[in-house]
């Protein structure tokens, strides 16, 4: 279950009715009874659930279950779609293991607002679903160049492009099977890159340009796949 962190031995997580209505109608949960928790940075934890007041149930969380490791350090950096595809497009990355969403705004970038509780919340629904361990909340988006710039040198950059040469992802990104970076997949917008974009993002030492195939696919679609080419090869 994802809950407010920090989590430590002892926290006691307050449970509200909709929490609450989860664990013990639609979990069907008794007094006592343990489960896990996380809360996106510090691993896992076994809490146990008990009364708090007549109609609201509370965790003490006990211990530890598994520490949170950045072997599955692996960000999506994407430009905001239409809601409905921006849904997807969430649901799905965190579900493929992507721990951290980064938006980012390019020029034919075709959203100006972005809706930050409606994705923490896709983000967060999917992390419970999938049992993923640690899902960053995203920030706010920023210019494309402004995040490049930010990308610490190691993380090698998987750049999907339609245009791109390299047919054999695997081939591309065997290097890095062996220790696996931490790694960013950037996926352009609906409009795709515009030209200086490329060559910023071509300059950038150490950036695969990854290529998912002749069609052009929806940018939801190409994010999907290229989390899933990159957990195949690299997955922890
Ligand atoms: N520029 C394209 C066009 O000609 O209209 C549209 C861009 S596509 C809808 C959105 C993004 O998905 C691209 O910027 C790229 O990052 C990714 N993408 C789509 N098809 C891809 C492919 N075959 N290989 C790699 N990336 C792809």
Redo the contacts with the bound molecule.
């Keep these: 279950l994802f809950v407010q962190g920090p989590l430590g031995p002892g926290t006691v997580i307050a449970c509200d009715r909709d929490k609450t209505n989860y664990l013990v109608n639609v979990m069907r949960l008794a007094d006592g009874a343990v489960l896990h928790v996380f809360d996106g940075v510090n691993g896992e934890w076994r809490a146990r659930l008990r009364r708090a007041a007549k109609k609201a149930v509370e965790l003490l969380v006990e211990d530890q279950v598994r520490p949170q490791t950045d072997a599955s350090d692996l960000w999506l950096i994407f ?1 905001p779609l239409k809601q409905a595809r921006l849904d997807y497009m969430v649901q799905k990355a965190v579900e493929m293991g992507a721990s951290r969403l980064v938006p980012v705004t390019t020029r ?1 970038t075709q959203v100006g607002r972005l809706n930050l509780e409606r994705v923490s919340a896709n983000a967060i629904e999917a992390a419970e679903q999938c049992g993923v361990l640690s899902v960053t909340p995203c920030d706010d988006m920023k210019p494309l160049p402004t995040v490049l710039a930010a990308l610490p040198a190691d993380r090698l950059l998987v ?6 040469a390299i047919a054999n992802p695997a081939e591309a990104l065997q290097p890095f099977a062996s220790a696996p970076q931490p790694l960013a997949v ?8 515009a030209p200086e974009e490329r060559a910023m993002i071509s300059k950038r030492p150490r950036t695969i340009a ?10 939801d ?3 999907v ?2 989390l899933a080419v990159v957990q195949a090869v690299l997955g922890d």
Excluded at 159 to 164: I, L, P, R, S, Y
Excluded at 186 to 193: A, K, N
Aim: proline share 6%.
């Design positions: 430009a034919y750049f999907c492009d339609e245009d791109a950037l996926i352009g917008p609906e409009g795709g890159f990854l290529s998912l195939g002749p069609r052009i696919l929806r940018a679609t190409a994010a796949a290229a």
